[in-house]
């Protein structure tokens, strides 16, 4: 919305992630026992062919608002706004507990505000 001296701007989103995470166990293979090589380099954590599976989702929603008034003949505005958003975690992070469930998944919540002014310098020709 905008007139002669103002501007007001208003939003909203919602999105849904949806998705599977799998974890490969692990095994601790002997790779040498012989006392002259250091005891971290006698063993080898490898992956041992069994995955758990975990189905998540999350449903997240975003505000902004944002005001501008023009000041100074609109050479020079003022400006303030809002938000309040998220970001999705990489599903691949989900860790799984000693159950076989995934951890829980939510959006990492993010809140800006900013106040300030804008100065727009006119050329003439």
């Known amino acids: 919305m905008e007139n002669d001296d103002w501007a007001f701007d208003v939003g909203m989103r919602i999105e849904r992630a949806e ?5 490969e166990g692990s095994e601790t293979v002997l790779v040498s026992d012989d006392p002259s090589i250091a005891s971290n380099l006698q063993t080898n954590v490898t992956g041992n062919g069994r995955f758990t599976y975990g189905e998540v989702s999350t449903t997240e929603a975003a505000f902004s608002a944002a005001a501008l008034y023009k000041m100074d003949d609109h050479d020079l505005n003022f400006y303030a706004n809002a938000s309040k958003g998220y970001f999705f975690p990489q599903i691949r992070s989900i860790r ?5 469930e995934p951890q829980s998944y939510e959006g990492e919540d993010i809140t800006l505000a900013a106040l300030g002014l804008k100065f727009f310098l006119k050329i003439y020709t």
């Open 19 to 23: 998705g599977t995470s799998k974890a």
């Open 96 to 100: 799984f507990n000693d159950n076989g």
